[in-house]
């Protein structure tokens, strides 16, 4: 399925068996770190980065020494977060070089939610 987003068409799902990874996340438990945040795409970055900060910022929880794991970020993961946390999943994408498919030189990647799935190995609630 394909949706809409301003021009760009995003991926909903993998769109076949090639496209689906078949190798588990290598990094930090947590699909917003590593990315830079905007305009409705994630840009990876390689590097101490949140995307959920909305600018060119650094993982509050590496600047407090302590390894990013979204399951125990209490900057971003609390309830009063989920309204805006459930509009980045189903708006926002990213291209991560994790899921880019072999051969392809360009991409228009999937939307968070799939990411998020496959960093964290289940669905954001």
Known sequence: ??????????????????????????GPPCPFYGFIGGNGVFVENYGNACALTRAHSPCCMEMAK???????????????????????????VANPKALWPAGKTSWEGVKIRVWFRYVMGRDYP
């Not at 021009?7 to 290598?26: F, G, L, N």
């Not at 971003?76 to 805006?84: G, R």
Request: glycine content about 2%.
């Open 66 to 92: 302590a390894k990013p794991d979204w399951d125990k970020c209490s900057t971003f993961n609390h309830p009063a977060s989920t309204p805006i946390l459930q509009e980045i999943m189903e708006n926002v």
């Open 1 to 26: 399925m394909f949706l809409l987003l301003g021009k760009r068409i995003i991926r909903d799902e993998y769109s076949s068996a090639q496209e689906k990874p078949v190798a588990h996340h290598a």
